[in-house]
């Protein structure tokens, strides 16, 4: 698979990449909660709950988040390696929902057309 226009880094990201991932994760969860719902109810408890259940089980801790336009906060959780990741969405006062889950996360860096670097 090509890597078009990215390459990996293992550096902390800045302030404005953060934003950049942020409303990435706003989409992913935008077309990831229908398809929870489509596939039956997806996992959900209290954000502590969750947080310690994926902490105690996979070592997985939130790297990343962003706040949809309807006060949900999105969360892409990661293992230190990589190995696994979660997504999760939180309700303005209600329940914590797992959205998507998987293996092998690696941090893209954006990288302009003409190789300049992007935020």
Known sequence: ?????????KS???LARIKVI???????????????A?????LCASRPEILKQLSTRFKEAPV?????????VVEVL???????????????NGPSCLVAAGEGWE???????KGERGA
């Open 38 to 42: 489509e596939a039956g109810s997806p």
């Open 107 to 113: 941090e893209l860096k954006r990288v302009g057309a």
């Open 12 to 14: 902390r990201p800045d």
């Open 64 to 72: 990343a988040l962003g706040l949809a336009k309807n006060g949900s």
């Open 1 to 9: 698979m090509s890597n078009q226009g990215f390459k990996l880094v």
């Open 22 to 36: 942020g409303a990435a994760l706003v989409l992913v969860a935008m077309f990831s909660i229908p398809a929870a």
């Open 78 to 92: 990661t293992s230190d390696d990589g190995e696994t990741w979660t997504i999760m969405v939180s309700q303005p």
